[in-house]
């Protein structure tokens, strides 16, 4: 259920909505917008009449949301959410955010090298794994802690913020230190023991689609974090297997504006791994600005013929110089810009 509340409530008629909605059963999630509080009312029995609430001072109407995701739908927070950084960064507003980085952490020499080439290019986040999942249990795994300290060196160094996978929980502390943001991979959306230990985490996480995930089932895994109170959700569309075997993944773009539809939360195109081909990931980032993307996450590497993961998809650094040149005149074209 969903309570909006009057522009003009008071604070002790919002509360005593809470109190009515927790004495009903509900377990009660408070959205504060510019104009309004909204109220999400999730778990209570079928059987509740919608006009005890709706007859309450500094009511203004009541929902019944029949989706199975209460928190991640787009009435639960209507003006949409902002993801805000201490640094100013957001994303979810007006400005497109590009993420960008080598798949995996590989010496300090690379990172460097990678961090300041796409800091000068626009980059504002760097991306890089430190604990790999990888289908093949003889490919480079990454350097663990190693690789989460290189990170965030480069990171300080080119004032760039740091977004790292997190593969299980014993990770979540490990990590906490290094990353400003954690990233859920396309094999651990339905971790749900995962997700239950980071919606506990006070840290903004981006959630990427599985690899044959149904938008419903992606939503219903944010719902999971949302749950557990941590409001600070980014969603990312990175490619869904289907018959086609041109590309590594098929990019489904028009994810981007249907979950924009569907709820509130930020949403990211990742065209590397969309595609896992060098020569498509250009044309993929410019499409999902087109569509309307909060954010891109981009595979670059100063050498990716000698990458230990995912060479063929990395952007050399003129590739990705170029294409940030040309997502600055898209971006105007759809009423947004680069950050």
């Not at 209460?70 to 957001?90: H, S």
């Not at 990170?151 to 490990?174: C, N, T, Y």
């Amino acid at each position: 259920m969903i309570v909006a509340m009057q522009e003009s409530s008071t604070e002790d008629q919002i509360q005593h909505v809470i109190d009515q909605l927790v004495r009903m059963g509900f377990e009660v999630h408070r959205s504060t917008g510019a104009r309004q509080t909204v109220l999400g009312g999730v778990g209570a029995p079928h059987d509740f009449d919608t006009r005890e609430v709706e007859m309450m001072p500094g009511v203004q109407e009541v929902h019944r949301i029949t989706a199975p995701y209460k928190l991640a739908g787009r009435n639960f927070r209507p003006e949409g959410t902002v993801v805000k950084f201490t640094n100013g960064l957001e994303i979810g507003g007006k400005k497109v955010v590009v993420m960008a980085g080598p798949c995996s952490v590989e010496s300090r020499e690379q990172m460097f090298a990678v961090s300041e080439l796409i800091a000068k290019a626009g980059a504002r986040v760097l991306r890089g794994g430190a604990f790999k999942p990888r289908s093949s249990p003889y490919s480079f795994q990454g350097l663990g802690v190693d690789g989460l300290k290189l990170l965030r060196e480069a990171g300080d160094h080119f004032k760039l913020l740091v977004i790292s996978e997190v593969m299980e929980i014993s990770q979540i502390p490990l990590m906490m230190p290094y990353v400003d943001i954690f990233q859920v991979g396309a094999r651990n959306m339905q971790n749900f023991n995962l997700l239950r230990e980071l919606g506990k985490v006070r840290k903004p996480l981006l959630l990427k689609r599985g690899i044959a995930a149904t938008l419903e089932e992606l939503l219903l895994s944010a719902e999971y974090l949302l749950s557990g109170g941590n409001y600070e959700i980014i969603l990312c569309e990175r490619g869904i297997r289907t018959f086609e075997t041109y590309t590594r993944n098929t990019m489904d773009i028009s994810a981007i504006p249907i979950i924009h539809k569907l709820s509130h939360l930020p949403m990211t195109a990742d065209p590397s791994h969309g595609t896992g081909r060098r020569d498509k990931v250009a044309p993929m980032a410019r499409a999902s600005v087109a569509a309307g993307a909060d954010a891109l996450l981009i595979e670059v590497h100063h050498q990716p013929e000698k990458a230990l993961s995912d060479g063929a998809q990395s952007l050399y650094p003129e590739q990705f110089a170029k294409l940030m040149d040309e997502l600055r005149m898209i971006a105007p074209a759809v009423g947004r810009e680069i950050a």
